[in-house]
Structure formats: C-alpha cells, structure tokens
C-alpha cells in the first residue's frame, strides 16, 4: 500500500485537466511557449555529456564557472552547470552528507547574496490582504524546526536509461550521485504563509528563486519556480537557512531555500526571493514539459507532474573497482525512497542469480536513506556484477527494469555495478 497521501494524487491529476483544458494560468510565460515545451519534451534524443574531459576529471583539482565552492575530482563528475557527488566519496561519512560532497544542480549560475539585504516578499491574490516581507532575520526570529531529509534531481540514475535499457533519453547524463541528505533547519513555509495572511481561497503557493533566467532554445523561462498545492505547503515543507548546523552555502541556496521532504529536487526552490500565492491554479515550465513523464506507457500530453522521488540503492564504491580473489571484503551503500521508509535491502554478488540479506545501519525514516553492508570473499578471478536492490515498507522492490519516459526522469531499475576480481 502507498504512503503517498491521496490528497496530492488528486491534485496532481486536477491540475493534468486544468492544464489540457487551458484552465490554468501562465506564471510568466506565454501559453504558446509552454505548448512548444511540452512538445519537445515528448522526443527522446541524446543525453547531455559529461563536461569534464577524462583527463580533467582525474586531475586533483576543478572548478565550474557559475558553481562557488571547490570540485575536487575526488568528490565530484562535472556534467554541464552540474556536479554530481561520487558515491565512493561518501563511503567515510556518515548519515549526512557533507557540503563539501554535496551534488550541485544549477540551472544557470549560483548566485552571491548578502543575507542583509535579502529579503522574502510573499504576495498574491490568494492572500486576505497585501504584499508581506520578510528580512533574514525577521525569518530566523520565528520558531524554528529541524528535519533529516534527501534532496534528489529527478534525473538522477538517468545515464542508465541508455547503458543498461538502450533506451534514448533526453537531459544531464547522471549516474546515482545527484542526490544528498543533510539536517535542514528553518521555519516551517505554512508558518510564513499563515503570518502573511494566506486565504481560505488559497490554491496554489509558487516559489521563486532570486538566480537567472533560464533561456533555452530561444525562449526564455524567467526564473526557476514551481508551485506546491496549498496542502503540500502547509505540511512539511520548510524555508531552511541552515545546513548540517551551519549558514546554507551558496551552492546550496543561501540564504533561504525550500526543502520538501520526499518530493523531486526541482521543488526545492534554492535563493528563494518570493512566493506567489494564487487564487487559482499556476502553470509553469517546471510543472508542464519539463518534470512529467512523457512516451508510450503514459497518457498522451504527458503524466501529471512529478512530486514524489522514487526507490533507489548504490553501492558506496567506483564503477570498476579491484578486489582481490579470496579477500574478505565489505561491501557498503544506501538505499532511498520517497514513498515510504526502506524496509530491506538484498545484495547479488554474481549478476543476480543469488541474493542476500544485508545489514541496515540507520533505523529507516521517510524522508531519508539507509545505510547498509554485506560482507562478501570473491572466489573467481575475473568480472563481476554487483547489484543491490531495495524494498520498501509501502511493498515496492526496485524492478529490474525502469519505465521508460523521453526525459529520463525516476529511474528506479537495480543498477549493474561492474567490478573485477584478480
């Protein structure tokens, strides 16, 4: 059974009816434009390539215009305005991922902003009254919560769409490492909305993010945002000022961004810098071509939108890793899911004709990974596939095989993780 609440599937389909019917309005772009993204969306094609050469990205030290922070090739692949975490870099850490080691999804550049004159202006005609700002420190005076939660692109585990499906998809090329756990503190979004005067009438809440314009095939986007029903807002979904006990980096959406627990990353706003909240339902390119699944196992005109992030395990180890025959050796990884708390994890050593039981090391939550080890004593030299799959505690098991969509989004396969013994 799914822990998912009924409430936000039928949202999701109301606004799938609003949108074909034209019910819906535009939130800063032009109908037309959006009607030429969801129909690029619906083609499959060629996945954007790495943006590091192999020879870069064996060098000690990178960099990314447009990303702040230092990507070391120990820690990070670069892929476009990307940088996604290496799995194996996570292997000494904790429960919490570092910010050092945290991926980074850009959609343009991450902006640099003073916490000082920064401020949140939230608006709309679903308020009772007028424009509300909030300054950061008017923000950090409010009661404050902390939550564990992943953040996770809706792309992540992409690539394999074509290595192991054959399958062509559109978008970022990630592997597994676009997804991070960090302990988020902020003040709950349904309490700023409530202080602001949010209406009975209230349908839609949409947050913008303060970095630039996304222009793409000639069409500009305006800013990253996307609206959450007012349901979802008033939930669980915080505006966080600070990560892992310390000030948001900005990478990572200084000085305020959304988290929302469970749902896809492009839900969690970063240098959010206002919030709509609308009378009536709100359209933009992130809840329209971009993140819905389109192809042939869905409806033509696409899915309703994506919210929550599906099940996924890796392994915390590099794609063809050495192992000596007959060495003891532990393998370790984590697993995910946005629909509910991992239950179990089973691990094949030998390309899935068996399985075993692993060892969970986190009691496991909704909202945030485990993780789990097998011991194992390679006794053949030669390769070798390592496979993990997951189950939740709704019932679902990572299949063998992902529904194919045109964009690559959720892959929820078992990943074949080559390794060699000698």
């Known amino acids: 059974?799914?822990?998912?609440?009924?409430?936000?599937?039928?949202?999701?389909?109301?606004?799938?009816?609003?949108?074909?019917?034209?019910?819906?309005?535009?939130?800063?772009?032009?109908?037309?434009?959006?009607?030429?993204?969801?129909?690029?969306?619906?083609?499959?094609g060629p996945l954007t390539a790495v943006a590091a050469s192999p020879a870069r990205a064996a060098e000690p030290a990178q960099s990314l215009p447009g990303v702040v922070k230092p990507l070391p090739a120990e820690y990070f692949t670069l892929r476009g305005t990307n940088a996604e975490t290496k799995f194996a870099?996570?292997?000494?850490?904790?429960?919490?991922?570092?910010?050092?080691?945290?991926?980074?999804?850009?959609?343009?550049?991450?902006?640099?902003?003073?916490?000082?004159?920064?401020?949140?202006?939230?608006?709309?005609?679903?308020?009772?009254?007028?424009?509300?700002?909030?300054s950061y420190d008017a923000l950090r005076a409010l009661p404050s919560v902390s939550r564990t939660a992943f953040v996770e692109?809706?792309?992540?585990g992409r690539s394999f769409y074509a290595s192991q499906q054959g399958q062509a998809v559109t978008g970022t090329a990630w592997t597994l490492g676009a997804i991070g756990t960090a302990r988020w503190r902020g003040v709950r979004l349904g309490e700023v909305l409530r202080r602001a005067g949010i209406g009975r009438h209230a349908v839609d809440v949409l947050p913008r993010g303060l970095d630039a314009e996304v222009v793409t095939d000639g069409v500009n986007l305006g800013r990253v945002r996307r609206p959450l029903p007012v349901a979802k807002a008033l939930d669980d979904v915080l505006l966080a000022y600070e990560m892992n006990g310390e000030p948001l980096p900005p990478d990572h959406g200084f000085p305020v961004r959304l988290i929302v627990p469970?749902?896809?990353?492009?839900?969690?706003?970063?240098?959010?810098?206002?919030?709509?909240?609308?009378?009536?339902?709100?359209l933009t390119p992130w809840n329209t071509g971009l993140y819905r699944l389109f192809g042939p196992q869905f409806?033509?005109?696409?899915?309703?939108?994506?919210?929550?992030?599906?099940?996924?395990?890796?392994?915390?180890?590099?794609?063809?890793?050495?192992?000596?025959?007959?060495?003891?050796?532990?393998?370790?990884?984590?697993?995910?899911?946005g629909g509910a708390p991992v239950r179990s994890v089973e691990v094949s050593t030998d390309g899935g004709a068996r399985?075993?039981?692993?060892?969970?090391?986190?009691?496991?939550?909704?909202?945030?990974?485990?993780?789990?080890?097998?011991?194992?004593?390679?006794?053949?030299?030669?390769?070798?596939?390592?496979l993990?799959?997951?189950?939740?505690?709704s019932g679902r098991t990572q299949p063998d095989v992902a529904v194919h969509n045109t964009q690559g989004y959720l892959f929820d396969a078992v990943v074949r993780h080559p390794v060699t013994v000698v």
């Not at 292997?91 to 003073?114: C, Q």
């Not at 692109?153 to 992540?156: D, L, P, R, S, T």
């Not at 696409?302 to 393998?331: H, I, M, W, Y």
């Open 89 to 134: 870099a996570l292997r000494s850490t904790g429960m919490l991922t570092p910010a050092d080691r945290f991926f980074v999804r850009n959609h343009t550049a991450t902006p640099v902003l003073d916490a000082a004159a920064w401020k949140l202006t939230v608006w709309g005609d679903g308020l009772t009254g007028g424009p509300v700002d909030f």
């Open 262 to 282: 469970s749902w896809v990353g492009i839900a969690n706003i970063k240098w959010v810098g206002d919030i709509e909240v609308a009378a009536g339902p709100l």
């Open 388 to 393: 993990a799959r997951a189950t939740d505690r």
């Open 153 to 156: 692109c809706a792309g992540n």
């Open 1 to 44: 059974m799914s822990s998912v609440p009924p409430a936000e599937t039928a949202y999701d389909a109301m606004r799938l009816r609003q949108w074909a019917r034209g019910r819906a309005r535009s939130a800063g772009l032009e109908r037309r434009d959006l009607l030429r993204l969801v129909a690029a969306a619906s083609v499959a």
């Open 355 to 386: 399985w075993r039981r692993a060892r969970l090391h986190d009691v496991p939550r909704a909202g945030g990974w485990v993780r789990w080890s097998v011991d194992w004593v390679p006794g053949t030299a030669g390769p070798a596939v390592l």
């Open 299 to 337: 409806p033509e005109g696409g899915s309703d939108p994506l919210t929550r992030q599906t099940l996924k395990s890796a392994f915390e180890l590099a794609p063809g890793a050495t192992f000596a025959v007959n060495g003891p050796v532990r393998l370790t990884g984590r697993s995910w899911s």
